[in-house]
């Protein structure tokens, strides 16, 4: 069962910013094998569990979509390798991406393929994520940002249910 959330953004959401690790946008190709390990390791545990992916993958579903922007899509990465650095990871703490698009400008977001490292959760680092989001939209006068979960996925709701999305 997919859940369908959205959110309204009312006022300027605050600064992403966290402790252990920083945000930056994703470097295509530079990121790929990285951000696959990431995702291996974010979803090897859900159920349903996505099925595994190749670089082919990751640009067909990224790049080869019209509404894909490589800027709109962001990476933590531990600010502290020795504390924190997941070698199956390849040293990426999480990420996130928005679909942005409309007829003739940005007119709506869609949060795309939020994941964080199993090591890693509970460490602010999904807030930082959707915060760093949600500002670029707010900046680029984006209000209403939508996103599909999985209704089996009981932390990914939980966790988008208490940022207010509905």
């Given at each position: ?68 922007r490589s800027e709109w899509m962001w990476v933590a990465e531990p600010t502290d390798m020795t504390e924190t650095c ?72 939980a966790f988008y249910r208490r940022l207010g999305y509905a």
């Amino acid at each position: 069962m997919i859940l369908r959330l959205s959110r309204e953004l009312g006022e300027t959401p605050p600064a992403a910013h966290g402790e252990g690790f920083s945000i930056r946008a994703c470097r295509i190709p530079d990121d790929v094998s990285s951000w696959l390990a990431l995702r291996d390791a974010a979803t090897k545990d859900l159920r349903p569990m996505p099925g595994p992916w190749s670089e082919a993958d990751f640009f067909r579903e990224f790049t080869g979509r019209k509404a894909f922007r490589s800027e709109w899509m962001w990476v933590a990465e531990p600010t502290d390798m020795t504390e924190t650095c997941q070698p199956d990871a390849k040293n990426l703490s999480g990420s996130v991406t928005a679909i942005v698009g409309g007829p003739t400008a940005i007119v709506s977001a869609r949060v795309h393929w939020l994941l964080v490292h199993p090591h890693q959760r509970r460490k602010g680092v999904a807030t930082a994520l959707m915060l760093q989001l949600e500002r670029a939209c707010w900046d680029a006068g984006i209000r209403r940002i939508s996103l599909e979960t999985h209704g089996n996925w009981l932390a990914a709701v939980a966790f988008y249910r208490r940022l207010g999305y509905a």
